[in-house]
Nanobody, 115 residues
């Protein structure tokens, strides 16, 4: 069984920064993708950023230039550095591990951007 534990969410003012972390534990094998999704109230869950074991990354257009995804393969941990946060970034952020055709989701962490 694989488990994901997210941390780092909170309340921040517009223009501020937060760093989310997601640690995976359990049976982690070989090539996989870890990514961050978010879901705002009344909206569908959307992909924010993803990163493969080899370090290839992808970003939603809305966060390009502001967010940076990275990972530590030795620790099976993925990070999301979020800068220049905007009120529209407010959402529950979920970490996902995609491996061997299966997805495992974290419990989510709330990010609120408000003055």
């Amino acid at each position: 069984q694989v488990q994901l534990v997210e941390s780092g969410g909170g309340l921040v003012q517009p223009g501020g920064s937060l760093r989310l972390s997601c640690a995976a534990s359990g049976s982690i094998f070989g090539i996989n993708t870890m990514d961050w999704h978010r879901q705002a109230p009344g909206k569908q869950r959307e992909l924010v950023a993803g990163i493969t074991t080899g370090g290839s990354t992808t970003y939603a257009n809305s966060v390009k230039g502001r967010f940076t995804i990275s990972r530590d393969n030795a620790k099976n941990t993925v990070y999301l550095q979020m800068n220049s946060l905007k009120p529209e970034d407010t959402a529950v952020y979920y970490c996902r591990l995609y491996m061997l055709g299966k997805s495992t989701w974290g419990q989510g962490t709330q990010v609120t951007v408000s003055s």
